[in-house]
C-alpha cells in the first residue's frame, strides 16, 4: 500500500516500522508532526517532554532499558540538548536510538539559521539526511538498524522543505521486537572521567569504521550523465539540483557525517568540474577540499537561506529570479484577533516598560502598533535578561520578562529561582493561554493533559511560582486591561521578585463566540482602538473604524479601550 504523506510523518511511519517503543520530544517547527504522528500508534509509547533535554534523556533510559526510542526536536532545540548527547556519543547505546533535528534554511519559523551537521562532527554521531518522504521512512529505519550495529546513536537530519512537503510513501507492516535484556555495566552506562577515557577509544574506533563502511552505503547514490558538470548535494537539495541541472552527474549523500570521501573522489575523477551544492554551512565542501579534492561551492552559493531551483539558475546562468519564483504571499507578522496577549501589551506599551520577551507568538508582541517588545533571543532568555537589566541598572527603573506557560516549564523556571536567588527586582509576567501555541497547540505539564488527549496531574504555575520564592503573585485575567495596568503598576513598584500571571485561553482554541463587537453611531473616530493592532478593526474609507464580525472572537478589549463607548456588543445569528 502507497500513501501520500509529509516528511514528518514519514520519519514517524519508519520509526514505527522499525519497532520503536518511547518517542519524547518538545513541539518546535518544523519537527512537531512527527510525535504527533506516532502518537497515533498504540504500540508505541509517545509522550510531550518539558524541554528537549528531558526528552532526550527519555529515550536515552529506554534505549539502555532494552527498547528502541527516538528523540525529536527542531534545531535549537538540538542546543538544549546537546548536554547529554555529547556522552550519550561516549557510551553509545543498548537498544537502537534515533535523535530527528529539522534545521530550518531560511528561518520560516525560527530565531535563526543553525546547521544541525556541525553537531553530528563536533559529537562524533553519525548523520543522515533524506531528500523526500520515501526516504525519510526508509532512513530512519536504516539509522536503527546503523544504531545497533555501530553502537551509536543516530542523527537524522531534515530541513522545512522535507519536513513540510509530502511525496509517495510504501507502508509496511511493523517489526515487533522484545526489549533487549539489561546488563549493568558501568564501563560502558557510567560516564565519569576514568570510564569515559576507555568509552572515548570505543568512539575512535567506531569513527574509524563508519569511515571505511559509508563509501559502501546505498543511501549514497552516484549517477553519471554528463561528465562536464558533476554535483555534490543532500537532503531537499538534491531535488532543486535535478530540477535546475537535470543534465548534470550527481552523488547525492545520504549519509552526511561522517562523509565517503573515497566515493566523493571516484565522482570527482568521472567529472571535468565538481561542484558541491549545500544550504547553510560548506559542510560538505570543507571536508572535501581537506582530502586535497578540488572543488567549487561557497564561492558560488550563499551560506544563508535555502537553496532553491531560482537560486541555482541565478548563481550559474545569471538567469533573473523573478518576483513570482521566490516570493510568496505571506501572513502579516499579526496576533490573531482575540488574542489574550494583547492586552498585556498593549499596557506595557502604554506604561514604556522595559520587556525582555521569550520565544513564542507573543514575540509578535515587538510588532506596532503595540511595539512593546525590547529584546527575543531564546527559549527561557527572558528571565535571566531581566534580571541582567535590572543588576546592570542597579535595580533603578522597572525590569519586566514576559514568557509563555509552556516557555516557562521549558526554560524558565530555572531563571525565575536565579533572580529570587540573587535578589533581584523585576516583574515577570506568564502568558497562560493553556497551550503550546506557536506550535500548534500541544499540551504539556499545565494543561493536564498528555500528547493523547488522557488527564492527568495539572501543574498549578501559581503554587509553583510561589515556591520559587516570588515576593508576590497574582492571576489576572488576560482581557481586562484596567486590572492589569493596576497589577503591573503595582509589582512593577515592588524591589522583589513578583509573578502575574495573565491566563485566557488561547483564542484559536474556542471559536463560535455568539456575542460580538459592533461600532455604534456614537463612533467619534478618535482610532485609538487601532493601537491594539487587532485584525478585526480596520480604518475605512469615512475615517472611521469598522469591524469584521467573520473574525471578532468577542474578547471586548476593544470595548474597554473606547473612551466614548461606541463598541458595543451584539449577538450574532
Known sequence: MKKLMLGNEAIARGAYEAGVAVVSAYPGTPSTEITESIAKFGEVYAEWAPNEKVAMEVAIGASFAGARSMACMKHVGLNVAADPMFTLSYSGVNAGLVIVVADDPGMHSSQNEQDSRCYAKAAHIPMLEPSDSAEAKRFV????????????????????????????????????LRIKEYKKDITKYTLMPSTAKLR?????????????????????????????LGVVCSGIVYQYVREALPEASVLKLGMVHPLPIKLIGEFAKQVDKLLVIEEL???????????????????????????????????????????????????????????????????????????????????????????????????????????GFAKAL??????????????????????????????????????????????????????????????????????LVAACGAARVDTADAYDI????????????????????????????????????????????????????????????????????????????????????????????
Do not use: W
Open 281 to 387: 554551512e560548506p559542510f560538505i565542501e570543507e571536508q572535501i577540499k581537506a582530502a586535497g579534492i578540488s572543488c567549487r561551492g561557497k564561492d558560488v552559493f550563499p551560506v544563508h537561506g535555502e537553496i532553491t531551483v531560482p537560486v541555482i539558475r541565478e548563481r550559474l546562468f545569471g538567469a533573473e529570479i523573478k518576483k513570482g519564483d521566490t516570493d510568496m504571499p505571506v501572513r502579516p507578522p499579526v496576533m490573531c484577533a482575540g488574542c489574550p496577549h494583547r492586552g498585556v501589551f498593549y499596557v506595557l506599551n502604554k506604561l514604556k516598560l522595559t520587556v525582555n520577551s521569550d520565544i513564542g507568538c507573543y514575540t509578535l508582541g515587538a510588532q506596532p502598533p503595540l511595539s512593546a517588545v525590547d529584546t527575543v533571543i531564546c527559549m527561557g532568555a527572558s528571565i535571566p535578561m531581566a534580571h
Open 394 to 463: 542597579k535595580n533603578e527603573g522597572a525590569s519586566v520578562a514576559v514568557i509563555g506557560d509552556s516557555t516557562f516549564i521549558h526554560s524558565g523556571i530555572t531563571g525565575l529561582i536565579n533572580a529570587v536567588y540573587n535578589k533581584s527586582a523585576i516583574t515577570v509576567i506568564i502568558l497562560d493561554n493553556s497551550t503550546t501555541g506557536m506550535t500548534g497547540h500541544q499540551d504539556h505539564p499545565a494543561t493536564g493533559k498528555t500528547i493523547s488527549g488522557e488527564p492527568t496531574a495539572k501543574l498549578n504555575l501559581a503554587t
Open 482 to 573: 484596567n486590572e492589569l495596568e493596576r497589577l503591573i503598576k503595582e509589582h512593577t513598584a515592588l524591589d522583589e521578585v513578583s509573578v502575574i500571571i495573565a491566563r485566557q485561553p488561547c483564542a484559536l482554541l474556542y471559536k463560535g463566540a455568539t456575542e460580538k463587537y459592533f461600532i455604534s453611531d456614537s463612533c467619534k473616530k478618535c482610532l485609538k482602538c487601532l493601537q491594539l493592532g487587532c485584525p478585526a478593526i480596520s480604518k475605512n474609507e469615512d475615517g472611521g473604524v469598522s469591524i469584521d464580525c467573520e473574525l471578532c472572537t468577542g474578547c471586548g478589549l476593544c470595548a474597554a479601550l473606547c473612551p466614548f463607548g461606541a463598541i458595543i456588543k451584539g449577538t450574532t445569528n
Open 200 to 228: 572515548r577509544k570505543e568512539l575512535e574506533l567506531r569513527d574509524e569504521r563508519l569511515r571505511a563502511d559509508c563509501n559502501t552505503f546505498p543511501i549514497n547514490e552516484m549517477k553519471i550523465r554528463s561528465k562536464e
Open 141 to 176: 529505519k536504516i539509522a536503527f538498524n546503523m544504531s545497533e550495529k555501530y553502537d551509536t546513536p543516530v542523527l537524522v537530519r531534515t530541513t522545512t522543505r522535507v519536513a513540510h512537503s509530502q511525496s509517495e510513501v510504501e507502508l509496511l507492516d511493523r517489526k515487533e
